[in-house]
C-alpha cells in the first residue's frame, strides 16, 4: 500500500502578527509524509526536538494553488532535487519554486520538503538544515529522508488543507488575497475531466494551464486524453519535452508503428517500493530465472530476452530527434518481435545499455504500446537503468572486485577491467559502486 502525506493544523492565536490574514490563519502545524514527520526541528527558544511549527496558512495555501497542477504532474528531471549550496540554472530556480514548499515564503519557517511527481506516485523529498544555517529562524530542521505517496492521497490532504484556510479566512473578505484564492480554487475543484486532462498535461510540461500559451502549444495540450491508447506515450513526451520541444517530438514519436506488449511471462515488477530497488529485484531475478551466476556476463542481450520467453529483438535507426533526453522507441510488433527505434549509439557498451532497458521496457511498461526510452527521472525510466545496470555488471560482483580504499589510479584500473569484461561503460561500474555503497 502507498503511503499518504498527512498535514495536522490547529488554529492559534497570535496577537503580535501585524496581517490581520495571518492572524486567522495562524496554526499549529505538523506535516508528515509517509508516517515520518517533516516538520520535526530543534526549537531554538527551548533547545528541544518537537513535530510542530507555528506559521499562519495562508501563504502556504496560495503555493499549493498556483502549483497545483505541477506539483501532481511534474517529475524532476535530476537525479534529486537541486540541493542548497550548489550553484542552479535557470531551469532549477524555476523548478524550485514550483516543488518546494520553503518557496511558499521566505519569511516563515517551512521545510525543504519537494513534492513532485514520478509517473507513478509523488515523491516527497526533504532535506534536513545545515546547523546554524537560519540563526534568525525560530528553528532548524533535523532531518533528511523520501517517500512514495499516493498521487490521490496528496491531492485530498491538500484540498482538506486548502478548504479549512479558506474557511478561517472568511466566507466574505475586503481582502482580495483571499477572494483570488478562493475563484482559482474553485476552478481548479470545479474543472470537468476535459479540463483536467488537459490541465494534467500542461503541469506535467511544467506549465501554468491557466496562463497564455502559443497557439501551437495549446493545440498539443488540448490533445491530451484524447486517444486514450496512447496515453502513455504522450505522458513520455511530456516528462522528456520541453515547452519549446514537445510538439515536435509529439509529431516523431506518435508516428511510430509499433503496438502494445502481448501476454508474457516475468517476474512481477514491485511498484510500491523505490525505482531502483524494484529494477534491481527484477533484473536478479532474471538472471536467477536465466541461470546466470553472478559473475557471468551477457554475451548478446537479445538472447537474455530469449532465454525468458521474449523472442526477438531489433533495431531499427530512426534519427530526427528533437529532444535531447530521448533515446529511444520501443514496442511490438505482433507479438513475436521487440522494436526499438531511434539513434543509434556510437559506443557499443551504450547499445547494449540501451537494449537492455529496451527489454525492460517492452516487458513492463508497453502494456498499452509503444514508450520511450529517456533521461527523465521518473519511476519506469529510473527502474530501466537499474535494472539494464544490474542485468549487464551485478552490483555484488562490483562490490567484490572493487577496493574502496584503493588509490586513484588502481580504482580506475580495477573499474576499467570490469567494464571490459562485462561490456558496460565505466559510468555504469562507477553507477553500481556509489549505490552499493549508499545500500542501494
Known amino acids: 500500500m502507498l503511503k499518504l502525506l498527512t498535514i495536522e493544523c490547529e488554529r492559534v492565536p497570535e496577537p503580535s502578527a501585524t496581517d490581520p490574514l495571518d492572524q486567522r490563519t495562524w496554526a499549529a502545524t505538523r ?27 495562508f501563504s502556504l495555501a496560495q503555493w499549493v494553488v498556483t502549483n497545483w497542477w505541477m506539483l501532481l504532474n511534474e517529475t524532476c528531471r535530476w537525479e534529486r532535487p537541486p540541493i542548497p549550496g550548489k550553484s542552479w540554472s535557470a531551469e532549477q530556480v524555476a523548478w524550485v519554486h514550483r516543488h518546494s514548499m520553503r518557496a511558499a515564503d521566505s519569511g516563515i519557517l517551512l521545510p525543504r520538503l519537494s513534492l513532485y511527481a514520478d509517473g507513478r506516485h509523488i515523491c516527497a523529498d526533504w532535506l534536513r538544515d545545515e546547523d546554524d ?14 517517500e512514495l505517496l499516493d498521487r490521490a492521497g496528496v ?16 466566507q466574505r473578505s475586503d ?27 500542461a503541469g506535467r510540461l511544467g506549465l501554468d494551464p491557466y496562463s497564455t500559451l502559443d497557439a501551437g502549444l495549446l493545440e498539443f495540450l488540448e490533445s ?18 520541453s515547452p519549446d520541444s514537445a510538439v515536435e517530438l509529439w509529431q516523431w514519436a506518435s508516428g511510430i508503428n509499433l503496438n502494445r506488449s502481448p501476454s508474457i511471462n516475468v517476474p512481477a515488477l514491485p511498484l510500491s517500493i523505490l525505482a531502483a530497488k524494484a529494477g534491481y529485484q527484477v533484473a536478479r531475478q532474471w538472471r536467477s530465472a536465466m541461470g546466470l551466476a553472478p559473475d557471468a556476463s551477457i554475451a548478446d542481450v537479445s538472447q537474455a530476452g530469449k532465454k525468458m520467453g521474449i ?15 530521448v533515446r529511444a522507441a520501443v514496442g511490438w510488433r505482433g507479438d513475436r518481435e521487440i522494436v526499438l527505434t531511434g539513434p543509434n549509439p556510437e559506443r557499443q557498451e551504450s547499445r547494449r545499455f540501451l537494449a537492455a532497458r529496451g527489454l525492460f521496457h517492452a516487458a513492463y511498461a508497453c502494456t498499452d504500446g509503444a514508450r520511450l526510452v529517456t533521461d527523465v527521472r ?21 562490490l567484490n572486485a572493487i577496493n574502496s580504499e584503493s588509490d586513484p589510479d588502481e580504482f580506475d584500473r ?4 570490469l567494464a571490459s569484461d562485462f561490456r558496460v561503460s565505466t559510468q555504469a561500474v562507477h553507477w553500481q559502486f556509489q549505490h552499493g555503497v549508499k545500500g542501494s
Not at 544555517?133 to 523520501?146: D, I, T, V, W
Open 31 to 57: 506535516i508528515f509524509a509517509g508516517g515520518k514527520c517533516v516538520t520535526a526541528l530543534l526549537d531554538r527558544a527551548t533547545g528541544k526536538e518537537t513535530n510542530t511549527i507555528y506559521i499562519p496558512l
Open 133 to 146: 544555517a537560519y540563526p534568525n529562524m525560530p528553528g532548524q530542521f533535523l532531518y533528511s529522508s523520501r
Open 155 to 170: 491531492e485530498s490532504a491538500f484540498s482538506e488543507f486548502i478548504t479549512k484556510v479558506l474557511s478561517w479566512s472568511g
Open 175 to 201: 481582502d482580495i488575497r483571499v477572494d483570488v484564492l478562493r475563484r482559482n480554487w474553485e476552478a481548479i475543484s470545479d474543472a470537468n475531466p476535459a479540463e483536467k486532462a488537459f490541465c494534467d498535461a
Open 224 to 241: 491530451a486524453g484524447v486517444n486514450r491508447t496512447q496515453q502513455p506515450l504522450f505522458n513520455d513526451v511530456l516528462d522528456a519535452g
Open 311 to 325: 523472442p526477438n529483438l531489433m533495431f531499427e535507426e530512426r534519427n530526427h530527434l528533437s529532444a535531447g533526453m
Open 378 to 398: 521518473n519511476w519506469d525510466q529510473q527502474c530501466s537503468r537499474a535494472f539494464a545496470a544490474e542485468l549487464l555488471i551485478p552490483q555484488e560482483v562490483v
Open 414 to 417: 580495477q573499474v576499467d577491467i
